[in-house]
């Protein structure tokens, strides 16, 4: 080879050496920066049941039953296909988790879009667990994979109060807010809308037990401590968690799950209306509904700035 050649060609081989060793170094530590998202994902979900566990325990709330209880088998939806178990969560995407289900089983013989909101939670097409005899419920809970979906507690309290008392549903516009305003107004015949203080009043002055399920604590509804749910998601995370749970079951990948929304021209329930409805309460109601979902900030580590709540008071 001609000696100029190999003069010019060798410092521009070992500078291409030295560009293939740079950027495989730079992709290297951006993997470390941007791991895998499953294994994220995973880590997340270990780190929600870590806690759970703990809580559990430290509470002596792992109680083993030799038979589920109804209430809680009331909760949880079953789906044979994909061996699937849902724990009902009021004001948790509860409706589109439903539709989900139904389009599981359906073979998509329908859009989500296509299924009404009384319809899906009407059906009987989409069994409960409580439905089965106790042997059948114990086989599909050892065998299926669980999942129940949590919310911040106060900002599941304030979307409840506001789809339910602040619409003309007929059961609670009507005989729950009649009871209300029975408790805590002197005109009886007062047709005026429940207000948020008349309704924390209500809820708190009863056993969190006998509740009703749009805000009954959910810890109650779905038994965390002694069924061991394969993934506990996060209304705060639900895109993410969701498209992880249909990988799980086995879905068809062209199944998503849909972001519907029953009254469609009003704004989600988020933080900032929360607040807002939570300067509207006495310190002491703020402290009545921190003890009413304690379990539930507990259990699901959800954190809330008690100061910054008592603050609004003053």
């Known amino acids: 080879m001609n000696q100029k050649l190999l003069v010019f060609l060798l410092p521009n081989f070992l500078f291409g050496i030295f560009l293939f060793g740079f950027f495989f170094w730079k992709q290297k530590n951006l993997t470390d920066v941007f791991p895998n998202p499953t294994e994220n994902w995973l880590a997340i979900q270990n780190s929600r049941k870590n806690t759970l566990a703990s809580v559990c325990l430290k509470n002596n709330l792992n109680k083993p039953r030799s038979k589920l209880d109804s209430h809680v088998a009331n909760q949880l939806f079953v789906e044979h296909k994909h061996k699937f178990i849902y724990c009902e969560v009021p004001k948790v995407g509860c409706s589109n988790w439903k539709r989900t289900i139904f389009l599981l089983q359906s073979d998509f013989n329908a859009e989500a879009s296509d299924i009404g909101h009384d319809n899906i939670h009407q059906t009987s097409l989409i069994k409960r667990l409580v439905s089965y005899p106790p042997a059948l419920q114990k086989e599909f809970l050892s065998n299926y994979t669980k999942v129940m979906f949590t919310r911040h507690p106060l900002e599941r309290l304030v979307s409840a109060y506001r789809d339910k008392l602040l619409h003309s549903e007929p059961f ?101 209306i929360t607040l807002e409805y939570l300067r509207h309460l006495t310190s002491e109601q703020i402290e009545k509904i921190k003890k009413l979902y304690e379990m539930d900030f507990f259990l699901f580590n959800y954190t809330m700035k008690y100061e910054d709540y008592s603050s609004l008071n003053d």
């Open 172 to 272: 609670y516009s009507t005989t729950v807010a009649n009871e209300i305003r029975a408790m805590f107004r002197k005109n009886k015949n007062s047709s005026e809308k429940v207000s948020f203080q008349e309704f924390v009043s209500f809820i708190t002055a009863k056993p969190p037990h006998t509740l009703d399920i749009h805000w009954k604590p959910m810890f109650l509804l779905c038994d965390p401590c002694n069924i061991h749910y394969d993934v506990v998601g996060k209304y705060e995370t639900l895109r993410l968690d969701s498209e992880h749970v249909l990988k799980v079951i086995g879905a068809p990948e062209s199944l998503q799950y849909p972001s519907l929304k029953r009254y469609s021209s009003e704004k989600r329930t988020d933080g900032d």
